[in-house]
């Protein structure tokens, strides 16, 4: 069966409202309606569920959709109805007669999409009703839980192997926005995949901003930011259900509608916690990382860190639940050098060495990522493997507010002497806060009651705040010359390496946001402008119809629809069709309603705002790994190479630089190319590399690359990366 490029645009505008595909969900499609399995990764809000959902709809048949959280299903069905889709889950929320009466439903061909959970396709009574159903394509979704390697491991997702025995013609697809290569490449064996056609998006989230603060009282920095977003819904990270507690509580006091999320919770409570998030009844969630996988409420406005993340895999992934829409979204990582030091201590109690090792060097990577003053979209995207080129990603603090150094000598000297008098008078450390005091010259009471105003010190450091004296104390503490400050009462001293330093008079280097940097706040990517009267009218409309209808407030319009609505202010039918979000059921359903609203507003007297057209996001890069002979400069370099040319003589050639020759042939290697990897690198270099990747099993190429200290480059890491990919698909598939 085929389908013409119109047909499939038909179905998109009609069924989801949207005029043009994300990238790569046409080619998704397509593979899929070729009845090949396909694997696709794609980020968190790139569009994964219509990969699956729009096919059911062109093809015969039913769509098996196997997905991890019982919650969820019925969040999807209705989203799936509210766009006129015959949609129904079968799991243990239902009574017998309930679920009898979906299953004459499903043997009667009423459906094209079945929910359910792995447990219960694998019941006796259940894979013998398949031959009943007409079951066409099987989709896995959330499919890294069927990886032991990925932080959500599902025993059950392995049986699912076993379908495939009864539905051996039904063509898989697995979906997944997991970023680690291991556990890729675990999906396609685990799941017997068949020659997939694999598809890998950018991970990067343009609409996402990045921003690290160092952290003194989180409780209060999360109601400060929070405050300057007072419609937003977000999510408080926190390392233990103690935390989550005291700072909801923290929240609440300031106003804030904030619960708490976490494992130490009965199952009731967390589900009557999520149900209020996805319900705009609470705006905040303080919340363990027990609350994730399946969070998909759209409209997540920001994700604060009030801990550090123990690794990157897990930042990347907590931050990656805000914005799912496409709206700008912020992540705000709260870092304090204690943190690491109360982890690496955890650590030293856990007896298994490897373990140890491996946790260490993550939460490295992790404290490396806090601490730079590198674009952190550039870090985060290089700890996956993916190349960030752009000087400027405008979606960052050290972007947004570049740094310079300056020397900072005489400041370092003054403040480390002034901890060592301190610790002389006193007999004990003090906070760095206390030694601010001090050298600016405080008259405050701790200051008199101990003293220290009569130091030789005091007051020797008023050319800066006590703020300025801070955030330097805090630099040094990161150079290792200051103690880091943990605990309750955090104090700090000059290390051995700061003594030496005083004693040496070395230089101290450190650094400072510009002073010019405070750059007008550019169009965020993923803005749409619009009237914001009238979209928070909208909203409260959109919230009174998900009420009456028992659903979440996106499942009738996301935010993205509202916006275009309070922008264009349609007025009819047609108008109203046009708008993105709007198809044919959701035009039936609700666009007289919010026609009416629209006409009412202007009718109060507001006058209608003029708004310069979208940038629409230009489309994601596309990295490695679609179908071979897909992309024509990739096949040119192919053809080259096996001419007999070497990656080098074909940059040359081409004018290209040598990276993107190796990320080519990278790419035909991982789509089945017989190349003979001699002609990339040594025996030697081949063991080495064999040796760092098992080491780093978990990440990507940046920490490889590092740990071979830069011996072998990216291009022969990446390539010897698609190799070992391919050996470890098609070794299991049996194809
Ligand atoms: P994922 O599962 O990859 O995280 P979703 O399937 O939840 O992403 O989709 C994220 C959002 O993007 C949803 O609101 C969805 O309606 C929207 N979306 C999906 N495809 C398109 C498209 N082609 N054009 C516009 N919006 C889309
Ligand atoms: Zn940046």
Redo the contacts with the bound molecule.
């Keep these: 069966m085929t389908f013409s490029t119109a047909q499939l645009d038909e179905l998109?505008k009609r069924h989801?409202g949207?005029d043009?595909?994300?990238p790569l969900?046409r080619d998704i499609i397509e593979a899929l309606l070729d009845r090949r399995d396909v694997l696709a990764i794609?980020?968190?809000?790139?569009?994964?569920?219509?990969c699956y959902q729009l096919p059911s709809l062109a093809a015969d048949g039913l769509t098996l959709v196997v997905s991890p959280l019982i919650a969820l299903m019925k969040d999807q069905v209705d989203q799936l109805q509210a766009v006129g889709i015959s949609a129904t889950f079968l799991n243990s929320t239902l009574d017998g007669m309930e679920a009898r009466r979906r299953m004459d439903g499903l043997r009667e061909g009423k459906y094209d999409l079945l929910y359910v959970a792995p447990e219960r396709v694998m019941t006796p009574d259940f894979a013998p009703s398949l031959g009943e159903w007409n079951v066409t394509t099987l989709a896995v979704d959330e499919a890294h839980c069927i990886s032991e390697w990925g932080h959500d491991f599902r025993p059950e997702y392995r049986r699912l192997r076993e379908l495939r025995e009864w539905l051996p013609e039904a063509p898989v697809i697995a979906?997944t926005?997991t970023a680690t290569p291991r556990v890729r490449e675990d999906i396609a064996l685990q799941l017997g995949l068949r020659e997939p056609a694999k598809f890998l998006a950018s991970f990067n989230r343009p609409n996402l901003n990045y921003l690290v603060e160092p952290k003194q009282r989180a409780g209060k920095q999360a109601v400060d930011f929070i405050r300057k977003r007072p419609q937003a819904s977000g999510i408080v990270y926190c390392q233990s259900r103690k935390r989550t507690e005291s700072i909801a509580a923290e929240l609440r006091q300031a106003g804030i509608s904030a619960i708490c999320y976490h494992a130490g919770m009965d199952g009731e409570d967390r589900a009557r916690a999520q149900e209020a998030f996805l319900r705009d009844e609470v705006r905040v969630v303080c919340a363990t990382i027990a609350f994730g996988m399946g969070i998909?409420k759209?409209d997540v406005r920001f994700v604060i860190h009030a801990d550090l993340p123990k690794n990157v895999e897990g930042y990347y992934q907590e931050t990656g639940r805000s914005g799912?829409?496409?709206l700008p979204a912020d992540c705000l990582l709260l870092y304090s050098r204690g943190d690491v030091t109360k982890y690496l201590r955890f650590l030293d109690e856990n007896p298994d060495q490897a373990a140890r090792e491996i946790a260490r060097r993550q939460l490295d990577q992790m404290a490396d990522f806090a601490e730079s003053t590198d674009c952190r979209r550039r870090g985060l995207l290089g700890y996956f493997g993916e190349k960030w080129t752009k000087d400027n990603c405008g979606g960052c603090d050290n972007c947004l507010q570049p740094r310079e150094t300056w020397d900072a000598t005489t400041e370092a000297q003054k403040l480390m002497s002034c901890a060592i008098r301190v610790r002389q008078a006193s007999g004990y450390d003090f906070g760095l806060s206390h030694l601010a005091n001090v050298l600016i010259g405080s008259k405050n009471e701790k200051l008199l009651r101990t003293g220290h105003d009569r130091l030789s010190t005091y007051g020797i450091g008023k050319e800066h705040s006590a703020a300025q004296w801070m955030e330097i104390g805090r630099q040094l503490q990161r150079l290792g010359l200051l103690t880091a400050a943990t605990g309750d009462r955090p104090t700090v001293a000059v290390t051995a390496d700061g003594m030496e330093t005083l004693k040496s008079r070395a230089t101290v280097t450190l650094s400072r946001l510009m002073a010019a940097a405070k750059k007008p706040a550019a169009t965020r990517a993923g803005d749409i402008p619009c009237d914001e009267g009238l979209f928070e009218k909208l909203r409260a409309l959109r919230k009174q119809l998900a009420d009456e209808a028992g659903v979440p407030p996106?499942v009738v319009f996301?935010d993205?629809t509202l916006r275009h609505i309070a922008r264009s202010y349609p007025l009819d039918h047609r108008a109203m069709a046009a708008i993105?979000?709007v198809g044919e059921r959701k035009l039936a359903d609700y666009g007289g309603l919010f026609i009416a609203a629209v006409s009412g507003w202007l009718d109060g007297g507001n006058e209608k705002q003029e708004f310069p057209p979208l940038d629409l996001p230009a489309p994601a890069p596309r990295v490695p790994a679609k179908p071979a002979g897909a992309n024509g400069t990739a096949a040119i370099t192919c053809e080259m190479f096996e001419a007999g040319k070497s990656p080098a003589e074909i940059a040359a050639e081409r004018g290209l630089v040598v990276s993107t020759i190796e990320n080519h042939i990278a790419q035909a290697v991982e789509a089945g190319r017989g190349y003979d990897p001699r002609r990339f690198y040594t025996e030697a270099e081949e063991s080495q590399m064999r040796a760092a990747f098992n080491g780093y099993d978990d990440v990507a190429l940046k920490p490889v690359f590092d740990h071979l200290e830069g011996r072998i480059s990216y291009g022969k890491l990446r390539i010897f990366r698609a190799f070992h990919d391919r050996a470890a698909t098609s070794g299991h598939t049996g194809s």
């Excluded at 794609?42 to 219509?50: E, I, N, V």
């Design positions: 998109l989801f949207y043009a595909f994300r969900q794609l980020p968190t809000g790139a569009g994964k569920s219509l979906l926005a998909n759209p799912r829409d496409g996106y996301t993205v993105p979000g």
